[in-house]
C-alpha cells in the first residue's frame, strides 16, 4: 500500500497516478492519496483503483484525523465543524472479477490482503467490501459523526447492495435528491449504458442532505482525463461546517 499526505503549497505531482493529480493548487491546500504499490507501475490509460482525498485550505484547517482503510479501499478524513464532525469517505469497491490470488488484478491484490488480515469474506472481495464500509459507517455514527460518502462502486446505483448500504447506514443519495426528474441517471464511467451505468454514488447524512445546493456529472472527458464522469456536489458550507476557518500551521508529508 502507498499513502501520500502533503500540504499541497503551489506543487505537483507530475506522475503519481499515471496522470497529473494536482495542477495549480494553493499554498494550505492538502492532498491525501491511497492506491495499491502493485499499481504504482501500471502502465495503462487509467489508473486501477486507488483514492485520493484534495481538501483546499478552508477544509484542510479543518482536518482532525485520517483513516486509510488497510486493504486500500478508502480514505476516510474527519473535519471539525460547528457542534459536530464530518466523516467525508472516498472509496472504490473492485470491479467483478474471478482472478485467482495469484493474479495482478486490483481483486486479486485485495483477496491477498483480505486473507493475509484472516478476513472470513477474503475470498469475496466485493463482499467484504460492502460489509466493512457498513460497519465503518456504522461506528462513525455511534460517535456522533455525520457521514458523506463518495465512491466508485463497480455497482449500479439501483443495485440491491447499494440500497443495502443505505438502508443499514441511514445515509441517501444525494445525486438523486438534487435531481428527482433525472430517471435513470445517466452512465458514469465511458463502456456502460444508460441503464445500468450509474455506478459512482454520493451518500449523506441529514447534514448533508440540508446543506446541498446542487449536484450532477460532466460530461465525459470535459474537465478530467478519467474514464468516468466527474461528479460535483455543491454545499452551503455554513450550513454543513459552520463558519470557515484557516490554517496557521503545516502538517508534514508521510510516505509509507
Same mark, same amino acid.
Not at 469517505?89 to 486479486?108: E, G, L, V
Given at each position: 500500500?502507498?499513502?501520500?499526505?502533503?500540504?499541497?503549497?503551489?506543487?505537483?505531482?507530475?506522475?503519481?497516478?499515471?496522470?497529473?493529480? &494536482?495542477?495549480?493548487?494553493?499554498?494550505?491546500?492538502?492532498?491525501?492519496?491511497?492506491?495499491?504499490?502493485?499499481?504504482?507501475?501500471?502502465?495503462?490509460?487509467?489508473?486501477?483503483?486507488?483514492?485520493?482525498? !484534495?481538501?483546499?485550505?478552508?477544509?484542510?484547517?479543518?482536518?482532525?484525523?485520517?483513516?486509510?482503510?488497510?486493504?486500500?479501499? !478508502?480514505?476516510?478524513?474527519?473535519?471539525?465543524?460547528?457542534?459536530?464532525?464530518?466523516?467525508?469517505?472516498?472509496?472504490?469497491?473492485?470491479? %467483478?472479477?474471478?482472478?485467482?490470488?495469484?493474479?495482478?488484478?486490483?481483486?486479486?491484490?485485495?483477496?491477498?490482503?483480505?486473507?493475509?488480515?484472516?478476513?472470513?469474506? &477474503?475470498?469475496?472481495?466485493?463482499?467484504?467490501?460492502?460489509?466493512?464500509?457498513?460497519?465503518?459507517?456504522?461506528?462513525?455514527?455511534? %460517535?456522533?459523526?455525520?457521514?458523506?460518502?463518495?465512491?466508485?462502486?463497480?455497482?449500479? !446505483?439501483?443495485?440491491? $447492495?447499494?440500497?443495502?448500504?443505505?438502508?443499514?447506514?441511514?445515509?441517501?443519495?444525494?445525486?438523486?435528491?438534487?435531481?428527482?426528474?433525472?430517471?435513470?441517471?445517466?452512465?458514469?464511467?465511458?463502456?456502460? $449504458?444508460?441503464?445500468?451505468?450509474?455506478?459512482?454514488?454520493?451518500?449523506?447524512?441529514?447534514?448533508?442532505?440540508?446543506?446541498?445546493?446542487?449536484?450532477?456529472?460532466?460530461?465525459?472527458?470535459?474537465?478530467? !482525463?478519467?474514464?468516468?464522469?466527474?461528479?460535483?456536489?455543491?454545499?452551503?458550507?455554513?450550513?454543513?461546517?459552520?463558519?470557515?476557518?484557516?490554517?496557521?500551521?503545516?502538517?508534514?508529508?508521510?510516505?509509507?
Amino acid at each position: 500500500m502507498l499513502s501520500v499526505e502533503s500540504d499541497m503549497s503551489l506543487m505537483t505531482e507530475p506522475n503519481l497516478t499515471n496522470h497529473r493529480i &494536482a495542477q495549480d493548487v494553493v499554498p494550505g491546500s492538502k492532498l491525501i492519496h491511497l492506491h495499491p504499490i502493485s499499481e504504482t507501475t501500471n502502465s495503462s490509460k487509467f489508473q486501477k483503483g486507488g483514492c485520493t482525498s !484534495w481538501f483546499q485550505p478552508d477544509l484542510s484547517a479543518r482536518i482532525s484525523d485520517t483513516n486509510l482503510d488497510p486493504h486500500s479501499r !478508502w480514505i476516510a478524513t474527519d473535519m471539525q465543524g460547528e457542534g459536530c464532525v464530518l466523516t467525508t469517505i472516498n472509496a472504490y469497491r473492485t470491479c %467483478k472479477a474471478q482472478d485467482a490470488p495469484t493474479s495482478s488484478s486490483i481483486s486479486a491484490r485485495e483477496k491477498r490482503s483480505l486473507l493475509n488480515s484472516n478476513h472470513t469474506l &477474503a475470498l469475496k472481495p466485493r463482499m467484504a467490501f460492502l460489509h466493512d464500509i457498513i460497519q465503518f459507517i456504522k461506528e462513525k455514527k455511534e %460517535k456522533g459523526h455525520k457521514v458523506l460518502l463518495c465512491m466508485d462502486a463497480n455497482t449500479p !446505483w439501483d443495485h440491491a $447492495d447499494i440500497r443495502k448500504l443505505k438502508l443499514e447506514t441511514g445515509l441517501r443519495d444525494l445525486m438523486e435528491l438534487a435531481n428527482p426528474d433525472i430517471f435513470p441517471p445517466p452512465a458514469t464511467y465511458d463502456r456502460g $449504458d444508460d441503464a445500468k451505468g450509474n455506478i459512482d454514488i454520493a451518500l449523506g447524512c441529514d447534514r448533508t442532505t440540508e446543506a446541498l445546493l446542487t449536484a450532477g456529472f460532466y460530461g465525459f472527458y470535459s474537465i478530467n !482525463w478519467s474514464d468516468h464522469r466527474l461528479g460535483e456536489l455543491c454545499f452551503d458550507t455554513h450550513v454543513l461546517l459552520g463558519p470557515p476557518i484557516h490554517s496557521t500551521t503545516q502538517s508534514k508529508r508521510d510516505l509509507n
